[in-house]
């Protein structure tokens, strides 16, 4: 069975910092590239950061540029988001997801994904 599992959400206070992980499973993820997502209450889903499959091109979302950074360990079949200088409109369940075809397609419709991690952050 193919999964992926995040963990490491949780609550936080606004200015601070989380790590979030994702294993994957079932398959060898290290041939796919990677991606966090994210949806907050009553919106749509939206990509956070991604990272190819070697792990030498990265491509984040605006609003987390500075403070967000995507890493991975193919040896390990993980991958991680380490969130710092989090603010309440931070807030969201995190989703893991992956794709074999690449940096294009993880960041619009990937193939893989994973049930969720919540962060939460207070004001």
């Known amino acids: 069975q193919v999964q992926l599992v995040e963990s490491g959400g949780g609550l936080v206070q606004a200015g601070g910092s989380l790590r979030l992980s994702c294993v994957g499973s079932g398959r060898n993820f290290s041939s796919d590239a990677m991606a966090w997502f994210r949806q907050a209450p009553g919106k749509e889903r939206e990509f956070v950061a991604g990272i190819s499959r070697f792990a030498d091109e990265t491509y984040y979302w605006d609003s987390v540029k500075g403070r967000f950074n995507i890493s991975r360990d193919n040896a390990k079949n993980t991958m991680t988001l380490q969130m710092n200088s989090l603010a309440p409109e931070d807030t969201a369940v995190y989703y893991c997801?992956?794709?074999?075809?690449?940096?294009?397609?993880?960041?619009?419709?990937?193939?893989?994904w994973g049930q969720g991690t919540q962060v939460t952050v207070s004001s």
């Open positions: 997801a992956a794709d074999p075809i690449g940096l294009w397609a993880v960041r619009r419709t990937p193939q893989y």
